[in-house]
């Protein structure tokens, strides 16, 4: 199964992208900047990660509201 998060720097987990088996291959996810709670994450520094079996990935990013 793929996990994709999207915490902020503290580790806090904002929101839950996917959490799911994929076949091999391509895929997009996009996250409209919406949090767990309902609410509009602020502006500021995010990590998204990825975690396989196989693989774990971090990748900073910077949401501009």
Do not use: C
């Amino acid at each position: 199964s793929v996990e994709i998060n999207v915490h902020d720097l503290s580790g806090t987990l904002i929101k839950r992208l996917a959490n799911q088996d994929y076949m091999p291959g391509q895929y997009r996810v996009e996250w409209n900047g919406i949090a767990e709670s309902g609410q509009n994450a602020g502006s500021g520094f995010y990590l998204i990660t990825v975690r396989s079996a196989e693989l774990v990935f971090y990748k900073k990013f910077f949401l501009v509201r």
